[in-house]
């Protein structure tokens, strides 16, 4: 607190007014002394009247002489008793008569005019400016109504008084005198009067404004005390603070200091003070009128005389009881915010508050209830006693005047304020004050309040403390909030972590295990009880294991996400391939406390992508088997054709003949190679129809048994009716001669071949290693064996081209690949389960048709080999070309031939009307076979069209499937086959 001797100022003020005092008293003087002197004067001038009334006689003038004189005397004998303006108008009345009547009595020279001044001075000093100016006027006016009476004779004397008392002359210099030298001062008079009256004025508010200041301090209090330390000045505002009168005070002083030490510090900073030291603020504490303790802190400041000595103290003392107490509740409120949690915390805080703040009921309490709309108590005393807490509803209480604002309190009538609040009649609560509890998103989460059975004495220190504290124990229950959320949150999710599919772990930031669930430790194989403590490393496979502890140490090194695939030593003989991953987790600093992570069996992942890689690769070989196809069955037609061409020229006998023989014989057996690697390829046409796949199966039954031998067992199951398909009769027959012949090689010495047709539903699952395939009903047939079986490694090679098991003389590696390829065309699925000496099951899906097609049962008849039709064929190999061309004009057609697509596209338009079948290839250069048969169909839909194909995916890349009434002949073709096709055409579009 500053010592500045603004500070005293209304002390000082003090001063002034005492001045101001002494000014109205020495005026007050003049005025008595003045009617002393005129007092004495005016006998005497009465006397020389008294000597004239015995010369001439009495006069009018005498008889007002005297009346005044008398007046005068009067007053001066009775001065102080009279108020100060009746002696003031008195005295100047007095006076203006006696100038009157000494004018008309003497004239000039005489007593009349001085008399006359004097009025007008003393009116001026009396009554300032305004009463010196209307003075002057008057005595102007007096002055010359008098010289102009006397000078005209209106007015004789009774004696001579001279000729001087009768010149206008004289009368003029009076009269300009006055006005030139006499008014202005008597009027300057009256301007210093005014001054002296202002200032006075400004002196008087000052001192009432000064008293006022002084007498309203709040919480403050001024005194002054003299040399030898006794009070002799207090201001009023005391009572405000100690509750003593100024007078009670003063004079019971010894009374009022305390008994605490630190109070023996008082004597010695006021001697210090009176030593002419400046001291700094200090505390005292004193006792109030009502017994309690009140802390002062006072600032005191010698008095200096104007010789520069020490007259006395000048002191103001401020009351910071408030403060002190708020100082102390602040650190035991501090102490016990730092120091504790939870509900210790709540529970400490509302004990302290009810000694702090000597409340009767204490509460913290946090909305509750769907619409929070009630309260429910988290620490509660009774009495500065811990209660039970409770549960309440907000509406007809102050508590929800809180929730509603920043602060809510009453001095005093709260249960008055809200009748129908149980709590507060039950408890008889006069005061209250109460703070609402944010959370960090300013939401409202409770309040805390302090209850009063008494007016509450001191509120403002009651909300500062709730408020001060609020934001504290708001954080403090949003952390409580938090942490039972987490802990419910946690039990949640160590339930799911216990029961998750996927294995979960937690480290700290070394690497250390924290956390390990069970399944976990199943899928690396590990006992629950030894999660923890196991070494990790170890179960790892032994060539996966560096490159694992690498890529972990690395990760930990760096604070990095950490991610590894690698196979585990589950069991004995047992591998697992396992996917593992951790993130690091960070604490507020961005420093990495530890790691969180899963474990995931992708072993089944592998062996889907094992299954895709095989299809790819598959994929890739049957693009290259469908090119080598191609061109090979061109190859072949030529060999073939003109082998045949040969053949029928030779002489049986010869060595030309048999030479020729052996030669169709070779390419006959390259056709069926070739044909078999379009079936893997998928790239041979397909002749689709709707079929039953249970009849298929029956009507092959006597096949397979010549086929697999007396010494197996043929077994036939079929529990369901019709499972109709749409595929290639052909192909669905070549696939189960396949399995039969592959079934019987697994059986040299006999057992059991089954062969059984159902229908079933596949999921997607099921086909995702399938892409083709779709999910739903399938016709399935299996063909199961209790041969050798096959080992995985067997198992995961069996579709690929060439690879075989058996002697290099008895298989070409072609007969499951081929499988492969006819399912996949048919977009189905084939599926192989097999063990080492049990057996092995092939299971084939069909997709099953909800709507079955008519096919027609008619036979053609037989046509005959040749005729004189015209023939536009077309076909971009040479050879090809030119032994088809000798196979249909030997037979007696006339052929037009044409190189590709767009030749053939030429010819046809120029020869439209004489053309009656069209060849053609199904893939060619510029434009393919379908391109052309589409273009003949705009022109002349009724002209006969049949394909030759050695087909291969150049041309179409999901295979070509004939559509109904397109017709197909299969290179290599031999020439009865060609013309037989041909006949049979023409011959169904004669009928």
């Known amino acids: 607190m500053s010592t500045d001797t603004q500070l005293f100022e209304p002390v000082v003020s003090q001063s002034r007014v005492t001045f101001g005092s002494e000014i109205r008293e020495v005026r007050s003087r003049l005025i008595n002394r003045a009617l002393v002197i005129f007092a004495i004067l005016t006998p005497a001038a009465a006397a020389l009247s008294l000597s004239r009334i015995f010369e001439t006689g009495w006069n009018h003038t005498y008889y007002l002489h005297m009346g005044v004189t008398v007046l005068l ?31 008309l009595a003497f004239g000039l020279p005489g007593g009349g005019v001085s008399l006359l001044v004097a009025f007008a001075t003393l009116t001026a000093i009396a009554f300032g400016t305004r009463g010196g100016l209307i003075a002057c006027l008057i005595c102007l006016s007096v002055i010359l109504l ?93 009572t405000s603070v100690l509750g003593y009168t100024t007078d009670e005070f003063l004079t019971n002083l010894t009374t009022h200091l305390t008994d605490h030490p630190c109070n023996d510090e008082v004597l010695r900073h006021t001697d210090l003070s009176l030593q002419g030291i400046h001291q700094p603020p200090y505390d005292v504490n004193i006792y109030h009128k009502n017994g309690s303790v009140r802390w002062l802190e006072v600032s005191e400041t010698p008095i200096l005389s104007d010789s520069g000595e020490v007259i006395g103290v000048e002191g103001i003392a401020h009351d910071i009881t408030r403060r002190r107490q708020m100082d102390a509740a602040l650190r035991t409120l501090v102490a016990v915010s730092s120091d504790e949690f939870g509900q210790a915390f709540f529970e400490s805080m509302v004990m302290q508050l009810s000694e702090s703040l000597g409340a009767d009921y204490t509460i913290i309490g946090e909305l509750c209830g769907d619409e929070l709309d009630s309260i429910r108590t ?26 509603g604002h920043s602060v809510c309190s009453y001095v005093s009538g709260v249960a008055s304020q809200f009748p129908k609040s149980k709590l507060l009649q039950d408890l008889h609560v006069d005061g209250y004050v109460g703070v609402p509890l944010f959370d960090s998103q300013g939401a409202a989460t409770g309040i805390m309040v302090a209850m009063f059975r008494q007016p509450v004495i001191n509120i403002e220190l009651a909300k500062s403390i709730l408020q001060i504290f609020s934001a504290r124990v708001g954080s403090e229950l949003e952390r409580q909030r938090f942490a039972t959320a987490l802990e419910s949150s946690e039990d949640k999710y160590r339930t799911l972590a216990e029961v998750s599919p996927v294995g979960i772990f937690k480290t700290d930031a070394a690497g250390n295990g924290l956390y390990v669930n069970d399944r976990c430790c199943e899928i690396v194989g590990l006992a629950p009880e030894d999660g923890l403590d196991a070494d990790w490393a170890s179960v790892i496979y032994p060539d996966d294991r560096d490159h694992v502890l690498t890529l972990w140490t690395e990760a930990i090194s760096r604070g990095m996400r950490f991610e590894a695939e690698a196979r585990c030593q589950k069991t004995a003989g047992t591998l697992v391939w396992i996917f593992g991953q951790a993130d690091p987790q960070y604490d507020q600093n961005g420093q990495v406390v530890g790691y969180v992570g899963s474990i995931v069996d992708i072993s089944e992942r592998k062996r889907l992508e094992d299954q895709l890689r095989q299809a790819q690769k598959m994929e890739a070989v049957g693009q290259l088997a ?108 070549q696939i189960l001669m396949n399995l ?60 690929e081209p060439f690879f075989t098991t058996k002697a290099v003389e008895k298989g070409t590696g072609l007969g499951l690949s081929t499988v492969y390829g006819i399912v996949h065309q048919h977009n189905g699925v084939i599926n192989v389960y097999s063990e080492p000496g049990i057996g092995t099951r092939f299971r084939i899906y069909f ?19 040749g005729g004189t039709e015209t023939i536009l064929m077309a076909e971009d190999d040479q050879a090809v070309r030119s032994i088809a061309e000798r196979f249909l004009t030997t037979a007696g057609y006339t052929v037009i031939s044409a190189e590709n697509g767009q ?14 079948l069209v060849l053609l290839d199904v893939v060619m250069p510029i434009l393919g076979g379908r391109a052309v048969f589409d273009y003949i169909q705009d022109k002349k839909p009724e002209t006969r069209v049949v394909f030759a194909s050695g ?27 060609l013309l037989t096709k041909i006949r049979q055409i023409l011959d169904q579009q004669n009928r």
């Open 626 to 733: 469908g090119g080598v196809a191609h061109d090979f069955n061109n190859l072949l037609q030529a060999i073939l054709g003109f082998g045949q061409l040969a053949f029928e020229e030779a002489e049986p006998g010869n060595i030309i003949y048999d030479g020729l023989e052996q030669v169709l014989a070779a390419g006959n057996r390259a056709a069926v190679l070739v044909r078999q690697l379009l079936a893997f390829s998928r790239q041979q046409v397909l002749r689709l129809e709707d079929m039953d796949l249970t009849e298929t199966v029956t009507d092959l039954a006597k096949m397979i048994r010549r086929v697999i031998g007396e010494h197996i067992a043929l077994d036939i199951r079929s529990e369901v009716g019709q499972l109709m398909i749409h595929a290639d009769r052909g192909q669905v027959e």
């Open 903 to 916: 030749d053939a596209i030429k010819l046809f338009d120029e020869n439209i009307d004489t053309i009656d």
């Open 146 to 238: 008098t010289g102009f009476a006397i000078c005209t004779g209106v007015v004789t004397f009774p004696f001579d008084i001279g000729v001087y008392a009768t010149s206008i002359t004289a009368w003029g210099t009076l009269i300009a005198g006055f006005t030139l030298f006499l008014a202005p001062v008597i009027i300057g008079l009256g301007v210093v009067h005014d001054r002296l009256a202002d200032s006075l004025h400004a002196l008087s508010r000052s001192e009432a404004q000064s008293r006022r200041l002084m007498d309203n301090l709040v919480g403050s209090f001024i005194y002054q005390h003299g040399a030898e330390g006794d009070f002799n000045f207090v201001s009023r505002s005391i």
């Open 951 to 977: 087909y291969s995916s150049e041309g179409i890349h999901t295979g070509f499937v004939l559509d109904a009434g397109m017709e197909l002949i299969q290179k290599p073709y031999h020439r009865n086959d």
């Open 378 to 403: 988290l620490a509660v005393t009774v009495d500065g006693k811990p209660s039970e807490n409770i549960q309440y509803p907000l509406a007809e209480t102050p508590c929800a005047e809180v929730v």
């Open 73 to 103: 005397v009067l007053a001066a004998i009775f001065r102080r008793r009279l108020p100060y303006v009746f002696r003031s108008f008195v005295l100047l009345g007095v006076l203006l008569l006696l100038g009157v009547a000494g004018l």
């Open 847 to 865: 997709p099953l048709v909800e709507t079955v097609s008519q096919n027609s049962d008619d036979t053609p008849e037989t046509p005959p080999l």
């Open 740 to 799: 039969c012949v592959n079934a019987r090689d697994a059986m040299p010495e006999g057992g059991r071949l089954i062969l059984a047709a159902d229908q079933a539903e596949l999921d997607a699952e099921y086909c995702r290693p399938f892409p083709w395939a779709k999910p739903g009903r399938y016709a399935m047939i299996s063909v199961s064996d209790t041969g050798c079986g096959m080992d995985k490694e067997t198992q995961g090679r069996i579709f």
